[in-house]
């Protein structure tokens, strides 16, 4: 028995008992009240065969018709065509809210089609958390992971040339969510935490540019604030004296890897990031650093030193001296 069929049979059969009580001349109307029910229960409602949990995404250009049979293939209404009747109603597909939906509960038409237009996703927020020093390619890696939607490619191509820019932070982004918006808001972040820096990077007679980079150096050679101002202060002395940095953290960057050791093959590739070939900074930022890389950039310890290392002991130790450096290899590294 089709459903429609089936439906008006046991409606009216639950009713029988009451029709006999009705004038035969209301008999009709009775019925006719019946009919539009069933009618409006088989066009409106959820199908039998609905799947709880189901998540469809709804794509930027995705016209009603589209949306409609995506909606119809996953079981979650039963007829496209009057889905498709409710979006024309409200503006067709042009006011559907792209993103991620979850149904966990069956749902009538209009309930589907008022969230589609209000982007009514069913789903929580989004928390990404991004640590200080995530490069803009394992950032890529941590949003395609968290929301499938957004591949890697969609976010590196988003974030190209904001390496340094995007902030190391917790963030809660909605299902409907793209790259461009989350790349938006890391890099407004960025400008709210620089800020109140902006007069010491202004005294301190080096670019944002330069500050950001160097920043994103001290992130990877450094652990501790106070160390962290300290290579800062090395390393723009090597910079002033127009020395190579000879810092290691640039061949994960390069290598797209953490290579905190590089090999003798390492030290000789031709990468304008190489700080043992090319004296001064690298031509940009290699990582995204955090507040207090920034404030040691901008505002480093002042020291005579020239070199630093990290000995097993998990402490730096420096020098002003090729010759004490060597000294502190042997004491400290041997």
Same mark, same amino acid.
């Given at each position: 028995?089709?459903?429609?069929?089936?439906?008006?049979?046991?409606?009216?059969?639950?009713?029988?008992?009451?029709?006999?009580?009705?004038?035969?001349?209301?008999?009709?109307?009775?019925?006719?009240?019946?009919?539009?029910?069933?009618?409006?229960?088989?066009?409106?409602?959820?199908?039998?065969?609905?799947?709880?949990?189901?998540?469809?995404?709804?794509?930027?250009?995705?016209?009603?018709?589209?949306?409609?049979?995506?909606?119809?293939?996953?079981?979650?209404?039963?007829?496209?065509?009057?889905?498709?009747?409710?979006?024309?109603?409200?503006?067709?597909?042009?006011?559907?809210?792209?993103?991620?939906?979850?149904?966990?509960?069956?749902?009538?038409?209009?309930?589907?089609?008022?969230?589609?237009?209000?982007?009514?996703?069913?789903?929580?927020?989004?928390?990404?958390?991004?640590?200080?020093?995530?490069?803009?390619?394992?950032?890529?890696?941590?949003?395609?992971?968290?929301?499938?939607?957004?591949?890697?490619?969609?976010? /590196?191509?988003?974030? =190209?040339?904001?390496?340094?820019?995007?902030?190391?932070? @917790? &963030?809660?982004?909605? %299902? +409907?969510?793209? *790259?461009?918006?989350?790349?938006?808001?890391?890099?407004?972040?960025?400008?709210?935490?620089?800020?109140?820096?902006?007069?010491?990077?202004?005294?301190?007679?080096?670019?944002?540019?330069?500050?950001?980079?160097?920043?994103?150096?001290?992130?990877?050679?450094?652990?501790?604030?106070?160390?962290?101002?300290?290579?800062?202060?090395?390393?723009?002395?090597?910079?002033?004296?127009?020395?190579? /940095?000879?810092?290691? =953290?640039?061949?994960?960057?390069?290598?797209?890897?953490? @290579? &905190?050791?590089?090999? %003798? +093959?390492?030290? *000789?590739?031709?990468?304008?990031?190489?700080?043992?070939?090319?004296?001064?900074?690298?031509?940009?930022?290699?990582?995204?650093?955090?507040?207090?890389?920034?404030?040691?950039?901008?505002?480093?310890?002042?020291?005579?030193?020239?070199?630093?290392?990290?000995?097993?002991?998990?402490?730096?130790?420096?020098?002003?001296?090729?010759?004490?450096?060597?000294?502190?290899?042997?004491?400290?590294?041997?």
């Amino acid at each position: 028995m089709p459903p429609f069929t089936r439906i008006i049979s046991t409606i009216t059969s639950a009713c029988a008992p009451y029709l006999s009580r009705i004038p035969r001349k209301r008999v009709g109307i009775v019925v006719g009240i019946l009919l539009l029910v069933g009618g409006y229960y088989i066009a409106f409602a959820p199908p039998a065969d609905f799947s709880p949990g189901s998540i469809v995404r709804i794509s930027r250009g995705t016209s009603a018709p589209e949306i409609a049979t995506e909606l119809a293939d996953a079981h979650i209404i039963s007829h496209p065509s009057v889905l498709r009747a409710l979006l024309r109603l409200s503006g067709e597909s042009g006011n559907v809210q792209t993103g991620v939906y979850q149904f966990v509960a069956p749902q009538n038409a209009f309930v589907v089609a008022y969230r589609l237009v209000t982007g009514a996703y069913g789903l929580p927020p989004v928390r990404l958390t991004f640590v200080e020093g995530t490069t803009v390619h394992e950032a890529a890696v941590r949003v395609a992971s968290a929301l499938p939607g957004i591949s890697a490619d969609e976010f /590196l191509a988003a974030a =190209a040339g904001k390496e340094g820019y995007l902030f190391p932070d @917790t &963030y809660f982004f909605q %299902p +409907s969510a793209d *790259a461009e918006s989350i790349v938006a808001a890391m890099r407004a972040n960025f400008d709210t935490k620089i800020a109140p820096l902006i007069p010491a990077i202004g005294a301190s007679g080096h670019s944002l540019a330069d500050i950001v980079t160097m920043a994103s150096i001290v992130e990877k050679e450094a652990r501790t604030s106070a160390d962290r101002r300290m290579v800062a202060g090395i390393l723009w002395n090597r910079v002033r004296l127009g020395m190579p /940095l000879q810092v290691d =953290a640039v061949f994960g960057y390069i290598f797209d890897r953490p @290579t &905190y050791s590089p090999s %003798p +093959s390492d030290l *000789a590739v031709k990468s304008p990031y190489n700080t043992y070939l090319h004296a001064g900074l690298p031509p940009g930022p290699i990582d995204n650093p955090g507040l207090d890389s920034l404030e040691a950039a901008a505002q480093p310890t002042k020291t005579s030193y020239l070199y630093y290392l990290t000995g097993h002991d998990g402490l730096m130790h420096y020098a002003t001296t090729y010759a004490g450096h060597q000294a502190n290899l042997r004491k400290y590294l041997n």
